[in-house]
């Protein structure tokens, strides 16, 4: 194998079989849509489970992120957008990783998803900060469990 070919600089990542065989157990990841607003409005299907924080946001509430539990950003496609917020999550010392090729590959594998709903709910993370979330019907104001 060349390892110059290796690009060292990725953050780290999960794939989707890999990801969807964590679900469902109490030390599953947070799984977190950071679609920008106009890919994640012209959707019609999340991960289910997952919880929307736009990429510009996610800077405000890093400091209400469990900080035990490891977290899987997913965009699109799982470029620059997922990539670059698991990066600011490593940097804050959060255990996160990126979807390999996004909700995209998720979908292409048929794993689960919900439908989008057109009203978000806003979850309280900590006193200021506010996360919008696709599980209007499961979750419930409060910090995120720990």
Not at 62 to 74: D, I, N, S
Not at 83 to 96: I, S, Y
Not at 114 to 131: K, V
Request: with cysteine; aromatic share 4%.
């Amino acid at each position: 194998m060349d390892t110059d070919l290796i690009d060292a600089s990725l953050p780290p990542s999960v794939s989707p079989v890999q990801l969807a065989a964590r679900l469902g157990r109490a030390a599953a990841p947070l799984i977190i849509d950071v679609r920008k607003g106009p890919a994640f409005e012209a959707a019609d299907r999340v991960i289910a489970g997952a919880v929307r924080i736009p990429p510009d946001g996610v800077a405000a509430i890093l400091a209400g992120l469990p900080r035990e539990r490891e977290m899987v950003a997913y965009c699109v496609h799982g470029h620059e957008v997922s990539q670059g917020v698991t990066r600011l999550l490593g940097a804050a010392g959060l255990q996160a990783a990126y979807l390999e090729g996004g909700i995209a590959a998720w979908e292409e594998a048929r794993l689960p998803t919900m439908p989008r709903l057109s009203a978000t709910l806003l979850l309280f993370a900590e006193p200021g900060a506010w996360i919008e979330s696709e599980r209007a019907a499961t979750n419930h104001p409060g910090p995120f469990p720990k």
